[in-house]
């Protein structure tokens, strides 16, 4: 394991203990009360029942033995057998309800952490530039929100698992020095020299966790890529050729997953062996060599037997974290990324009034992997309340010119104004509410049309706002034969609707908004003659109402435009 995966530890244990300080403070305080009680029991229990007269030989000079009277005299009790037992039992239920706080506690402070932490993340990607968010996958992006970020809220749960061992480990030893500092120090010896025996276990651990989630990231990957491309699957008969591919990968991550449980299971034969030799060790050399009383002798080894599990329990836990090193580095690596990529969050400004035109004065933009610019020195107009056909070959560099244009890229030279505003920062950012895109493929989701088309609007909306669209993209006709109308189930991505259907709902929804610009990219071109028609119908009906920009490659589309830029020629006519 190198520095930086410790410093990535590092990182993950200063984010989570930032994190609602005041139940970390709580926790760390039951923590500590857990330990002390536990404590508290272990060392009166010999002299508890020395009270009562059992007799476990010479006097000893462990100071419970007279800390207890003391206690029962304190309390004005009399130190018979029912009342010794009762105070155990006290200390024992002690001991149990901090405990059962601390769990309750700690997977609550664990579970808002996880959704803190996916939140932050969503947000930040959300905020992100569109260029950034198209230069990544989109199954990453849902990987880490879903898998890794609960595989983090697993290691927050180990790192208070590791919190609460250590100081139970700390309240043991600071029983056992009060009892024998010898055997003490040689206890914590032996640990020492087992943690280092285990050490060579933890660069292969992490070397695991790495790989391991390299492989579920590919199985993410192809599933989401499979399930979106069922139907063409299907259609080529190629199920047994998918099915193989991802066989392998689920082959690769099978063998992590043994190699990991291997490792485990070493490392535990190895803590208990040598526990357990350390142990008979412990027993033999107080026997032969310290002078002890059997009391002392008695609690010690009892101790032991509890603390030794407890430091290779310590060891156990930190492996785990390990191998949740990897997931936390990709989460946090994927935060900085989107932070570094980040719009502004807020908009402080009106949006820009179009009332005249939208003007590009000698824009360029180029992609980071192209050596040559997509848009170069362009300049055009686009006058308020007319349809603008945008033609040219595939590569010419249309639908970039419409996300320049929508203010989802940003020009890397010239202006795009909305009549003399600038299109800048917190501009562009306002723009976006007024700009309506509805491109080839539509996104639906499982629900009703009702719940599909409203979540665009800023206020709530009337059914007659509704029908008012569906008219105006002319979708009424199909959506008042469905036998629920508006609140008809459309299926996942609209399945249940023809893709004509799908696209005049985008269209209505589209309008929904109010949009000062409305952008079709190809929203046509997989569609028939009698859906395309009834796409048209819905352009003509707001021909000279609404800006209209058309990216499209068939002459029926763009008709009745009235004017049309050619980006093989960067030539415009009307």
């Known amino acids: 394991m190198n520095r930086q995966s410790l410093l990535c530890l590092g990182s993950a244990f200063v984010d989570f203990y930032q994190f609602a300080p005041k139940q970390q403070l709580t926790i760390l305080v039951l923590m500590l009360l857990q330990g002390i009680t536990a404590g508290i029991g272990l060392l009166f229990i010999i002299p508890l029942l020395q009270l009562v007269g059992f007799d476990f030989g010479a006097a000893t000079a462990n100071p419970a033995a007279t800390l207890a009277p003391a206690l029962f ?61 198209t230069q990544n996958k989109m199954s990453d992006f849902s990987h880490r929100l879903s898998g890794q970020v609960q595989s983090i809220g697993h290691a927050c749960s180990l790192m208070l698992t ?64 499979h399930l979106a491309s069922l139907k063409m699957i299907k259609s080529y008969a190629s199920e047994a050729y998918y099915a193989d591919q991802l066989q392998q990968v689920s082959a690769t ?124 020195s362009f300049s055009y107009r686009i006058v308020i309340n007319q349809t603008v056909a945008l033609v040219g070959a595939s590569g010419a560099g249309k639908s970039t010119l419409a996300d320049l244009i929508a203010g989802l890229l940003v020009p890397q030279q010239g202006e795009i104004y909305c009549d003399a505003v600038a299109l800048e920062e917190e501009q562009r950012l306002a723009w976006r509410e007024k700009v309506a895109y509805v491109t080839q493929e539509v996104y639906l989701f499982h629900d009703s049309i009702r ?52 696209q005049r709902l985008a269209i209505a929804r589209a309008l929904l908004s109010s949009p000062q610009l409305l952008i079709l990219d190809e929203a046509t071109s997989a569609l028939d003659h009698h859906n395309e028609q009834k796409i048209q119908q819905a352009l003509l009906q707001l021909h000279g109402k609404l800006t209209i920009l058309i990216i499209a490659h068939r002459e029926t589309t763009i008709r009745h435009v009235d004017s049309t830029i050619n980006l093989n020629t960067k030539e415009q006519y009307g």
Not at 169 to 178: A, D, H, Q
Request: some cysteine.
């Open 253 to 376: 991550l099978e063998q992590q997953q043994v190699r990991m449980t291997s490792l485990n299971a070493i490392t535990q034969w190895v803590s208990l062996v040598a526990t357990v030799t350390g142990f008979s060790f412990f027993l033999y050399w107080a026997q032969s060599t310290l002078t002890i009383a059997l009391t002392t002798l008695l609690l010690l080894l009892f101790i032991f037997s509890r603390l030794l599990p407890q430091i290779t329990g310590l060891h156990k836990t930190y492996q785990q974290l390990l191998h949740k090193v990897p997931a936390f580095y990709d989460v946090t690596e994927m935060l900085a990324a989107c932070k570094q990529a980040q719009e502004p969050h807020k908009i402080t400004v009106q949006c820009p009034l179009l009332t005249k035109e939208i003007r590009l004065e000698k824009i360029s933009f180029c992609y980071p992997n192209k050596a040559k610019p997509v848009i170069e």
């Open 451 to 502: 719940a599909n088309l409203s979540w665009v609007a800023r206020e709530k909306v009337s059914d007659a706002d509704l029908w008012h669209v569906l008219k105006l993209a002319a979708a009424d006709d199909f959506v008042a034969a469905l036998p629920n109308g508006l609140d008809t189930l459309i299926g996942d991505r609209g399945i249940r609707l023809s893709g004509g259907e799908r």
């Open 162 to 225: 590791l919190v609460s061992q250590t100081i139970l480990i700390l309240v043991m030893v600071c029983l056992s020095l009060v009892m024998s500092w010898q055997m003490t120090l040689l206890a914590l010896g032996f640990a020492g020299v087992l943690l280092l025996l285990l050490l060579p276990f933890n660069r292969l651990i992490y070397g695991s966790g790495a790989r391991q989630l390299s492989s579920y990231k590919t199985i993410f990957q192809m599933l989401t890529e």
């Open 73 to 133: 005299e304190l309390l004005a009790v009399e130190p018979t057998l029912v009342a010794v037992l009762c105070s155990y039992i006290v200390i024992v239920s002690l001991v149990a309800t901090f405990r059962y706080q601390l769990s309750v506690r700690s997977v609550r402070l664990q579970q808002r952490y996880i959704s803190h932490l996916r939140n932050r993340l969503y947000r930040a990607l959300l905020h992100s530039h569109w260029q950034f968010i």
